[in-house]
């Protein structure tokens, strides 16, 4: 093999690993440091039911009160993905928000409040 092709095959390899990451689900792309962190209010009795408070602020108006999202762009937040995602994966979601697709960001809110969401959208599944 030449170099040239050499240089262009590596590029062609770069690029379909690129795509494949790309592909990937949101879940597969959280740090692992997020991914392992553990939920502090995990145990603690009222969690799920704060949580659904702060749902009813804050989500409800785009994933609905089921749940189940709209249909059309607001996913169903009731789902295997939910189900497989650790909490850690769901706090740093809501933490980055998919703005580009409107999911806003939720990095403002207090952080118990997030970790309680996450215990109300477990309790759910
Ligand atoms: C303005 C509408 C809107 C609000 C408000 C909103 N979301 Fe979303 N959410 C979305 C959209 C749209 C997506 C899909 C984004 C995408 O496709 O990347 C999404 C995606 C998600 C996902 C990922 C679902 C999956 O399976 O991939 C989670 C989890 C989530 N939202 C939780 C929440 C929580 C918790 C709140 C409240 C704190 C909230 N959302 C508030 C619009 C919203």
Same mark, same amino acid.
């Given at each position: 093999?030449?170099? #040239? /092709? !050499?240089?262009?095959?590596?590029?062609?390899?770069?690029?379909?690993?690129? !795509?494949?990451?790309?592909?990937?689900? /949101? %879940? $597969?792309?959280?740090?692992? +440091? @997020? #991914?392992? /962190?553990?939920?502090?209010?995990?145990?603690?009795?009222?969690?799920?039911?704060?949580? $659904?408070?702060? *749902?009813?602020?804050?989500?409800?108006?785009?994933? +609905?009160?089921?749940?189940?999202? @709209?249909?059309?762009?607001?996913?169903?937040?009731?789902?295997?993905?939910?189900? +497989?995602?650790?909490?850690?994966?769901? $706090?740093?979601? !809501? /933490?980055?928000? @998919?703005?580009?697709?409107?999911?806003?960001?939720?990095?403002? !809110?207090?952080?118990?409040?997030? %970790?309680?969401?996450?215990? *109300?959208? +477990?309790?759910?599944?």
């Amino acid at each position: 093999m030449t170099r #040239h /092709r !050499l240089a262009t095959a590596s590029a062609l390899l770069a690029c379909s690993l690129a !795509l494949v990451a790309a592909a990937g689900s /949101r %879940w $597969e792309r959280v740090p692992a +440091k @997020d #991914h392992a /962190r553990a939920n502090p209010m995990a145990g603690q009795p009222g969690a799920a039911a704060a949580g $659904e408070l702060v *749902y009813r602020d804050h989500c409800l108006a785009c994933h +609905k009160a089921d749940a189940r999202g @709209d249909g059309r762009k607001r996913p169903s937040l009731r789902s295997d993905g939910l189900r +497989k995602a650790s909490d850690g994966d769901i $706090e740093w979601f !809501l /933490r980055q928000g @998919d703005l580009a697709h409107g999911m806003p960001s939720w990095s403002s !809110l207090p952080a118990a409040q997030r %970790w309680q969401v996450v215990a *109300y959208l +477990k309790s759910i599944q």
